[in-house]
């Protein structure tokens, strides 16, 4: 019964992780491509630094997700800041990160590189 509940509560705090937080947009790689070219946002890549320097989308920058509460202060909050990773995942957290934080205008790239690349 004890192992049972442990076992729901830890699958609950996983699961909260990962899903959607209220005031971040989504969007799919594949409409990325128009918004490269505008200074009115911030192009935020979490990845590690080895993988930012193996592949990357030119005009991020790589803030490695571990780094981003001690280095948001880099960002500016009045821009739209866009997120990426490898998958999403780490790009979600991030986004959660900057909202706790204070920033309002921030979009995950659903899939990161692996859709990117698609």
């Excluded at 959607?20 to 590690?48: F, W």
């Amino acid at each position: 019964m004890i192992q049972t509940l442990l076992l729901i509560i830890v699958l609950a705090l996983l699961v909260s992780r990962f899903l959607p937080v209220r005031g971040v947009k989504q969007m799919d790689a594949a409409h990325l491509k128009p918004k490269l070219h505008s200074r009115h946002q911030q192009l935020i890549d979490v990845r590690s630094p080895l993988e930012f320097q193996t592949n990357h989308i030119k005009g991020f920058q790589n803030i490695p997700l571990p780094q981003l509460r001690n280095r948001a202060h880099e960002l500016e909050k009045n821009k739209e800041i866009y997120v990426i990773c490898q998958s999403g995942m780490r790009s979600m957290q991030a986004a959660k990160l900057l909202k706790k934080q204070g920033f309002t205008h921030i979009t995950n790239i659903k899939g990161g590189m692996n859709a990117w690349r698609l």
